[in-house]
């Protein structure tokens, strides 16, 4: 039962535009959500995070938004800038603790 | 550098042994979460300890325990090891026993074969 679903493996986006990645999520108790970002041979690192009480947050170039109705996620790049290349997974974590992953999408921003 | 440190960073064994993945959290760090990748899968929660004391289990196999000792480092066991239990093997820490940031390691790469 894959509670965080990131239903699009791969992303290519041209340098300088927005790259939108989404991610959904089935638990109603998740009330805490996470990006990471992954390069190869490196272990996830911290982005950016939104709790369940609001819907955006923003640092930087990042944005997260938060639709809870649709228990929907997004996280919004811009302008994607070609280090930002890597596999991106969103998380999603509750009261019980635990922090669930989403299987990732890879963004390739092309020069 | 995330602060937290693994090893060994790459491990190579047979089928039907045991290994054991170590883990040590930022100064500080009470939680610690481990976490199974597989080629081309997402990060599969599989344990995490506070202070010494499971809070949750994910999908650990039988064959898989870890424990979080007194100076908060934690252990990874895998045991009867079979060829699908090879994969990246991710310790996370937090100073929270739930939200807030996690810091990873930069993973220990199990290959079974």
């Known amino acids: 039962d894959q509670q965080v679903k990131q239903n699009s493996p791969s992303l290519s986006v041209q340098e300088g535009r927005i790259s939108i990645l989404n991610c959904d999520y089935t638990n109603s108790m998740f009330d805490y959500f996470l990006w990471y970002k992954k390069y190869p041979a490196e272990g996830p690192t911290f982005l950016i995070s939104?709790?369940?009480?609001?819907d955006k947050n923003e640092d930087g170039r990042f944005t997260v938004f938060l639709n809870k109705s649709a228990k929907h996620l997004s996280l919004h790049i811009v302008p994607s800038q070609p280090g930002d290349s890597a596999v991106y997974f969103c998380a999603a974590a509750s009261g019980t603790y635990k922090y669930i992953f989403g299987t990732g999408t890879r963004l390739k921003v092309l020069a | 550098d995330s602060g937290v440190t693994q090893t060994p960073k790459h491990l190579i064994t047979a089928t039907g042994q045991r290994v054991t993945l170590r883990c040590s959290p930022r100064?500080?760090?009470?939680?610690v979460y481990w976490y199974q990748q597989s080629l081309d899968q997402g990060l599969q929660f599989l344990i995490q300890?506070?202070?010494?004391?499971?809070?949750a289990k994910g999908n650990i196999l039988e064959r898989f325990s870890a424990q979080q000792f007194p100076d908060l480092h934690s252990e990874l066991n895998l045991s009867s090891l079979e060829l699908g239990d090879s994969a990246l093997y991710f310790c996370?820490?937090?100073?929270?026993?739930?939200?807030?940031?996690?810091?990873f390691g930069e993973g220990s790469r199990l290959t079974v074969l």
């Open positions: 939104i709790s369940s009480i609001k």
């Open positions: 996370a820490t937090s100073d929270r026993s739930n939200t807030g940031e996690l810091f």
């Open positions: 100064s500080g760090d009470l939680s």
């Open positions: 300890y506070y202070n010494g004391e499971e809070r």
